[in-house]
């Protein structure tokens, strides 16, 4: 038991873990730094496999009553942990900014509610699974969602809450218990959310949260034998060390991972609204996992297109994330400062060309220039991994076979935007383009409802909507022979 606690942006938030109802500590702590200032934040428990075990052993106990409740009766409290995020959303935003850097007007617009509707809509969703049956000659098929037990679920800092939640939400909505690993560089908010949740009358033990390192924390959690569903969003490297460990127990994992996604300009697009898109590439420092970083324009436009994104890009203020007028704020950390350097000198040495930008930004030491690279051949590092920062590559087609053949040419699939008023066009190249989620003149709308996920090296599985439930269940047939009960 313990009451380590900091106080961030004016929030109390607790530094330790939050296992079986209670807060926890460890004896090992890592240092919590903000990306906006460089400032301390705190010292964070750091878990290692006893805090697994222990959160794994008591989301295992209180698994067969919350699963008993049954949709009906987890929604109540689901909507309360959701309106319970709804009221500290100013608190949630402002810890968010402070401890990864994101724009706060955002957090507050956007994030934060976005979390709570995570709960919501699938506490909500859950009830429509029950009661389907598939009528044969001889049986009916009675389709039943079992929930499937403890799920591990492990995020990235680009976006703590939110992603959190987006696991959180279906995984207790379909009736499992969870062990949550936040981001080492980033785990305040969720911290906060466990808070909420206990609040908000989530019995001890469903939803547990173990801070700690990725290799250590993490590790251990998806090594744990008694894990039943491994979530996890962050770098296609990382999914590939916890695949080894999902594979050697079977454990069904689900990987949401990174990208390089193709931002495809035609000619006959409101080349306005497309720069302004293109420019708001730039929005967070370049770390959004489906952000259009390859932008391909049609040869006929390229020029004048060119000074549209100019002109955008110009607006694109970088500074402090907490400033209502910043569009793009710090990178991360330290080293994923020197990351993203790295790549951009690199790139330069590869015969690359920065139109703008292209060094630290004359704000503060994790701030960078938003950058566009021209003369960019499509086998070049920066035209092939993902950087994670301000950074944009820019290329030029003549015909639609050709930029296909571009857009597809990474091992990336996450996602991919096109801008044509051209629809047969414009629907047939999104036809061919290899990517979990396409967006036709517009970008980064998301319906819960949909599917969302990556094809290739940025993802396995699908979420959203029914996908989330078919992760998180176990999916029974109760196949009865018609006429054979008294
Ligand atoms: P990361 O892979 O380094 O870390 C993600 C999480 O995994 C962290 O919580 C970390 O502690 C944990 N982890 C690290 N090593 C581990 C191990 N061996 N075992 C278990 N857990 C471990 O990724 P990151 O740098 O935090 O995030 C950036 C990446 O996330 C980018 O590639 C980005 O594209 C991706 N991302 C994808 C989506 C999506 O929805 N597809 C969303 C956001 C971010």
Sequence with gaps: MSVNKATVAGVEVSTDHWINGKRVSSAKRFTNISPVDGSVLCEVAAGGKAEVDMAVEAARKAFPAWAAL????????????????????????????????????????????????????????????????????????????????????????????????????????????????????????????ADIAHAAGVPAGVLNVVQGIGEEAGDALVNHPDVDRISFTGSTDTAKIIGQAAARSITPMSAELGGKSPFIVCADADLDAAAQTVAAQYMNAGQVCLAGTRVMVEKSIEAPFLEKVRGAAAHMVVGDP?????????????????????????AKADGAVPLWGGNRANFGELYFEPTLFANVDPKLEIAQREVFGPVLTWQSFSDDDEVIALANGTDYGLAG????????????IADKVTAGTLWVNCFFIRDLAAPFGGARSSGIGREGGTWSFDFYSDIKNISVRKGSFA
């Excluded at 949709?71 to 959701?82: E, M, N, S, V």
């Excluded at 969870?178 to 305040?188: G, I, N």
């Excluded at 907490?322 to 690199?346: N, Q, S, W």
């Excluded at 935007?417 to 047939?428: D, H, Q, V």
């Design 417 to 428: 935007t096109l801008f044509s008023k051209n629809e047969k066009r414009a629907m047939a």
């Design 322 to 346: 907490r400033d209502k007028d910043t569009r793009v704020g710090p990178l991360i950390h330290k080293e994923h400062f020197e990351r993203v350097a790295g790549f951009v000198e690199r």
């Design 70 to 193: 049954g949709p009906k009766g987890r929604l109540p409290i689901l909507k309360k942990f959701a309106e319970g995020i709804r009221a500290r959303v100013n608190e949630l935003a402002a810890v968010e900014t402070m401890d990864n850097g994101s724009l706060l007007v955002g957090n507050v617009m956007r994030v934060a509610p976005r979390a709570a509707q995570n709960i919501e809509f699938f506490a909500e969703w859950a009830l429509t699974l029950e009661g389907h049956s598939i009528d044969s000659p001889e049986v009916v098929n009675h389709v039943h969602y079992d929930p499937a037990g403890v799920a591990a679920l492990i995020t990235p800092w680009n976006a703590p809450l939110m992603l959190t939640t987006w696991k959180v939400g279906p995984a207790l909505a379909a009736g499992n218990t969870v062990v949550v690993k936040p981001p080492e560089w980033a785990p305040l908010t969720c911290s906060l959310m």
